[in-house]
């Protein structure tokens, strides 16, 4: 079956436009489903020299608003475990992470981090030492 359109240049222009157009609205709908990239806190931290030998503790902690709050929460770590070392909290994580010399139980460190930061007005949501 041999058929004989007539194909001018204008035709040839919308067509490769649509066939543009088409290309993108695929790759526009594909891109809803790629799988969700791993999280920045995802992974694994490289233990540094400094805190080699010491008890690492992460801290989830709900209710910190901005760098204040950052302040308040390490003044509650420092005033429960004096010794801890390395401190940092961050809002934006809402997670605070130090580091202890001489290992404690889970269930010991779990209480006193309630003891200091929850009559501040703050949740610790969970606690992890490793």
């Known amino acids: ?9 204008t035709d040839k222009i919308v067509l490769i436009l649509l066939a543009v157009l088409a290309v ?38 709900d209710g910190m608003m901005c ?18 070392k390395g401190l940092s909290a961050s809002h934006v994580k809402a997670q605070a992470i130090f580091y202890l010399p001489e290992a404690m139980s889970a269930d ?8 200091g930061i929850d009559p501040l007005g703050y949740t610790v949501s969970d606690v992890t030492v490793g």
């Not at 709050?69 to 003044?75: F, G, P, R, S, Y």
């Open 1 to 9: 079956m041999n058929v004989n359109v007539p194909v001018n240049s």
């Open 108 to 115: 010991a460190i779990t209480e006193a981090l309630h003891a």
């Open 24 to 61: 993108v609205a695929v790759r526009i709908v594909i891109s809803f489903f790629k799988p969700e990239k791993p999280k920045a806190d995802a992974k694994p931290r490289k233990r540094s020299a400094k805190t080699a030998g010491l008890t690492e503790v992460i801290v989830g902690i």
């Open 67 to 84: 760098g204040m709050c950052e302040a308040h929460i390490k003044d509650a770590i420092r005033e429960q475990f004096p010794q801890a």
